[in-house]
């Protein structure tokens, strides 16, 4: 999502593993391209790619997807328990007030942690990660706490490639890969905007007050060297 509150397909690539080098190529090739000002990177639970966004995109933070974290929790607890853990923690994005979601959140880890020690471990792990959404303007939270849009672009893909099912080479698919990105990057910029001019007037309002905080705490340390000579 632009600064501008559209969506944009900013590249593609085909790679055999989502690794750190695969991602650090990726990055680097977009920043080459001049990509820069990035607030915010949306994913499901690769190392690889918050490594690599940590390395190009300093500053930058990282929302990992809600659904695929509820998957792995799913994965955790028996068919029959499912519903109600799920349940359980779905009560925690009923909330508007950020602080309001982080006590939530630790208070069904902790309801949870007697029966279900393993997801009351593994949503302590992953609070930060999972509710990184809180720092921008809650009129985008559902917009930002999944990557469910890029999700969707990618069955089309899939739909698109089981059609043709063999494909001679990677290039041979990326040719394909990307055709069907540019046709929904073009269809984008002619839909209605992803998110309105006055949440984004907000976001602009966070992300100045993100840069004023970076500067504030890089000063001390610049000093530092100065202090230490004298």
């Known amino acids: ?51 690599a966004v940590a ?11 809600r659904v695929h974290f509820m998957r792995n929790v799913g994965s955790a607890v028996s068919a029959k328990h499912v519903p109600p853990v799920m349940a359980a923690i779905k009560t925690v994005f009923a909330h508007t007030d950020p602080d309001a979601v982080a006590a939530q959140w630790d208070q069904v880890a902790d309801t949870l942690a007697a029966s279900f020690p393993k997801v009351a471990s593994m949503m302590r792990q992953a609070k930060d990660d999972v509710l990184a959404f809180r720092a ?21 893909i899939k739909r698109r490639a089981d059609v043709v099912e063999i494909f001679p080479n990677p290039a041979a698919f990326l040719r394909l890969a990307t055709a069907v990105v540019i046709e929904a990057h073009d269809e984008w910029q002619v839909t209605r905007r992803y998110v309105s001019d006055v949440s984004m007037d907000e976001l602009r309002v966070v992300i100045a007050a993100k840069e004023r905080a970076a500067l504030q705490h890089a000063a001390p340390e610049s000093l530092t060297p100065e202090l230490e000579n004298a």
């Open 55 to 65: 390395q190009q995109f300093t500053g930058a933070s990282w929302q990992r997807c």
């Open 136 to 156: 921008f303007p809650k009129a985008h939270w559902q917009k930002i706490w999944s990557n469910n849009p890029i999700e969707r672009l990618n069955k089309e």
């Open 1 to 51: 999502m632009s600064i501008e509150g559209t969506r944009e397909v900013l590249g593609t690539a085909v790679g055999d593993t989502e690794s750190f080098d695969f991602w650090r190529e990726f990055l680097a090739g977009l920043r080459a391209r001049g990509l820069a000002g990035v607030h915010l990177v949306i994913s499901d639970a690769h190392a690889g790619l918050k490594a």
